[in-house]
């Protein structure tokens, strides 16, 4: 019940503080990857009188942007890479925390025990 509660997922507080600093941590490459694509993407003013088909293919031909994507690419791989290494990391720790807590419960059972039956550990002072 309570022990495993303690020893989960740190609760929603938590869970909204890494949110929100996975958040600040890939808005920047999100706002740059966005600008670009925005800036592609910007239609072109109307021309004034049609043109023919073949005339349009080669203009469009001649305008078309290279937009290289690679390096965003390794950027967001090499987020993705640190998330979750962050996120091996955290689990680790919440693993640990998880033995430490089972740990200091049953040792809590023991001397519990110990104190009922009235008999104390080596070392202790008796009543």
């Known amino acids: 019940g309570g022990a495993k509660m303690a020893a989960g997922s740190g609760g929603p507080a938590a869970r909204e503080l890494f949110a929100e600093g996975l958040l600040q941590f890939l808005r920047p490459a999100v706002r740059q990857l966005d600008g670009h694509v925005h800036a592609v993407s910007t239609p072109c003013p109307p021309l004034p009188s049609p043109l023919p088909p073949t005339e349009l293919c080669r203009i469009n031909e001649d305008q078309k942007v290279a937009l290289d994507l690679d390096p965003y690419v390794k950027k967001l791989l090499n987020a993705r890479r640190r998330v979750v290494l962050v996120n091996n990391i955290l689990q ?34 008796g009543k």
């Not at 200091?104 to 104390?120: C, D, H, I, N, P």
């Open 92 to 125: 680790n720790a919440q693993e640990r925390l998880r033995r430490l807590n089972h740990s200091v419960a049953k040792e809590t059972v023991r001397r519990k025990a110990l104190l009922e039956a009235g008999s104390y550990p080596q070392g202790l002072p």
